[in-house]
């Protein structure tokens, strides 16, 4: 369909190889961030119990390496079933349960989890990118959820919300620098608030809520309109690198960028 070719050179008892060429293909490299651009928050999580649900053994050991450092225990179980069970013979803190899993899925067992333990924290695992899933997650016993692939960061963001922890200084990200606004920006300031805080919001808003690719980009396009039209550089620098992180997929930088919005503003008061 992308008029690509596929061939394969191979040798018995030797090894084989296999070529995939496809034509007239745009690429964008990844754009490496320097390591202390990123926000760096350390939780001292306090003992806890954690009961992780999941029926993929792989996926069950990479989330249980993120707490070999610290005081949580992890208990593990493959299905619904066996965590409803592990629940009521377990002194249990918090459940990271996956949602699409033989035997019980994580509905089914959340919504029997939660007759018999309201207060119970679970924490759905999705591998789904789809909002009406995550509308249905939010409204069916549970406490919020963490999209697969999960990384550290978010998972322990999370936890942080049911967990008690102390936290350690964090190395945050770095701040924007304080910029002189051009003169057609100044003659127009209340204007760029308005649009900022009302029609560009509605955009940043609408990202927060779904998630999707084509919404940032027109959230990126409006900011890159703004700051052109009146001059803005910081605006601009800020739109730019947004559109950058949504080009290469980059999910933790445009995560990062988006936590920032809210502070565009601030540079024009």
Known sequence: MMGGELSVDS???????????????????IV???EEQLVNKSYDFKTATILLVDDIANNR?????????TKIKVISAPNGKIATQIVESE???????????????????????KSKHKSLPIIALTASVMEDEFERIKSQNFDGYLRKPILRINLFEELAKHLSFQEDTPTLVEPLKE?????????????????LKNDIAHKYEKVQKSNNINDATLLSSALLELSKEYEIEY??????????????????SMKRLLSEYLELSSHLK
């Open 11 to 29: 040798v018995y008892n030797e090894g084989t190889t296999f070529h995939l060429r496809l034509h007239n293909i745009s690429i964008s490299s």
């Open 32 to 34: 490496v961030q320097k």
């Open 61 to 69: 050991e990479l989330v249980e390496q993120n707490f070999k450092d």
């Open 91 to 113: 002194d249990i803190d918090l459940v990271l349960m996956d949602i699409r899993m033989p035997v019980m899925d994580g509905y089914e067992a959340a919504q029997i989890i």
């Open 179 to 195: 910029h002189s606004l051009s003169t057609k920006a100044q003659l127009h300031k209340e204007f760029i608030l308005d649009k």
């Open 235 to 252: 605006i601009y620098e800020y739109a730019e690198a947004l559109r950058s992180a949504i080009e290469i997929f980059d999910i933790t």
